[in-house]
């Protein structure tokens, strides 16, 4: 069986997921810390065949020490944890999440325009002061 190995899922995962699906494809061994040092990722690697990692880097130093890893899985959008020379020297894959956060980001761009021309947080602030004391509904007060 492919042995899979999760380096740091606590950025991902802060305790609200299950990575069981991932138990179809293989043996899964899950951390939750980002690892302290090469030594650290190379414990927790060494038989590792996938490595699905958040934030940890991934040197050419680690690389050569785990000689079954063929895949490297960043749970994110970036590649600048790992060194792709190196990865693509020692012929191990490299993907990422190119739509991570995207609905998220629209989202929140779509508030923060709302907020730019209604000025609800303006308001908000406003009707607290006028009321001498911070309320924590405050402009629903304006309802009751």
Known sequence: MTNIVILDSKPLNP???????LKKL?????????????????KRAKNAEILLI???????EAMEKLPKLKYI??????FDSIDLDAAREN???????????TD??????????????TRVGHHDGKLERVAGKRKASGILEIFH
Not at 73 to 78: A, D, E, I
Not at 91 to 101: F, L, M, Q, R, S
Request: net charge negative; charged share 15%.
């Open 91 to 101: 012929g191990i894959v490299v993907t990422n999440v190119p739509a991570y956060g």
């Open 15 to 21: 305790g609200d997921m299950s990575f069981d699906s």
């Open 104 to 117: 998220a980001v629209a989202q929140f761009g779509l508030a923060l325009l709302l907020e730019l021309t």
């Open 26 to 42: 293989g043996n899964v061994t899950v951390y939750k810390e980002c690892p302290n040092n090469i030594e650290e990722i190379i």
């Open 73 to 78: 899985g960043v749970l994110s959008t970036g």
């Open 54 to 60: 958040c934030y940890t880097k991934i040197t050419r």
